[in-house]
Each structure stands twice: as C-alpha cells, then as structure tokens.
C-alpha cells in the first residue's frame, strides 16, 4: 500500500516542532492522495516519542539501536534506505533543516527519486505530485511535478 512518510527529528530525547509542521502538512497530502500517513522514527530508547506520534500517524515505524540515538549520517542513512526500498512509500518528507540537508539528497541519489528541497507547498494531481518552492529569494514560486516514487520533499 502506498504512503505518505514524514520522518521525524528529535534532540535530546524531545521530538522536533518541525516534525509535527511536516505531520500535519503530510496528513493533509495522504488524505488528498487517499494514503496512509506514516511516521518514521529512528533513535534508541525513543520508546515515548514513538507513542506520541501514533496520536499524529495511522502508523509509526521505529528503529531502534544505540547507534540511532543521535544524528549520524551514515548509520541513519543506512537504516532508511532499507527501510524505504521495502515500504515502497509515495512521499518522503524530511525537514530542511541542517538534519535534512545532510540526508535527503543522498538518499534520493541512493534511491534514484525525485527530490525537491524548500518546498513551502503540495498538491496531489492526475500526473502525480506538484511540490511549490520559492526561487530567486522567494520572489517566484515554481511548481515542479514530480513523477518518481518515492518523492523526496525537504519541508
């Protein structure tokens, strides 16, 4: 079943706002879509902010070892594109924060998908997803289609 991912931040042992911002904007996408919303923890011991996102996603998928537990590239890498090559999502949101910066892009190499970075909106279309980015200091917005499963959006 196709889906809507937002994968979650968190730092010391506290959830991200930024990740509730991308489960609300996700939430609204998969109802356009008719899709699941899922969240995507990785961490150690994240054992309560797993269960604060099953109150904001149909379902949460954690993955859990001490080499999760802060922010590490490689290791985050690794576990994500396992991950996402098996669930076959729609979307992929990841923040486009300093976190994302450092992740999204190779994994959309990694994943040979689609990705968009600053996106500021969505819209589920017949052709597929049509992301909205600011362009030139945000004096234009630009609507890019795109058509690859799954669709990196850097929120």
Not at 7 to 32: I, N, P, W, Y
Not at 40 to 55: I, Q, S
Not at 70 to 95: C, D, G, H, T, W
């Amino acid at each position: 079943m196709s889906r809507v991912m937002v994968l979650a931040e968190h730092r010391q042992d506290e959830l991200r706002d930024v990740t509730f911002e991308m489960l609300a904007a996700g939430r609204k996408l998969a109802q356009e879509m008719g899709q699941d919303l899922e969240a995507v923890l990785l961490g150690d011991g994240c054992d309560e902010m797993a269960k604060e996102l099953t109150r904001q996603a149909q379902r949460v998928l954690y993955a859990n070892h001490p080499a999760l537990r802060e922010f590490n590239y490689e290791a985050y890498q690794r576990v994500l594109v396992k991950m996402l090559k098996e669930q076959q999502p729609s979307v992929v949101m990841i923040a486009h924060s300093g976190f994302g910066t450092d992740l999204a892009p190779s994994l959309a190499i990694e994943l040979n998908a689609g990705l968009v970075s600053d996106a500021t909106g969505f819209a589920w279309t017949a052709d597929g997803l049509v992301v909205s980015r600011g362009m030139y200091g945000s004096k234009l917005n630009a609507d890019r289609l795109i058509g690859s499963s799954p669709a990196i959006v850097m929120v």
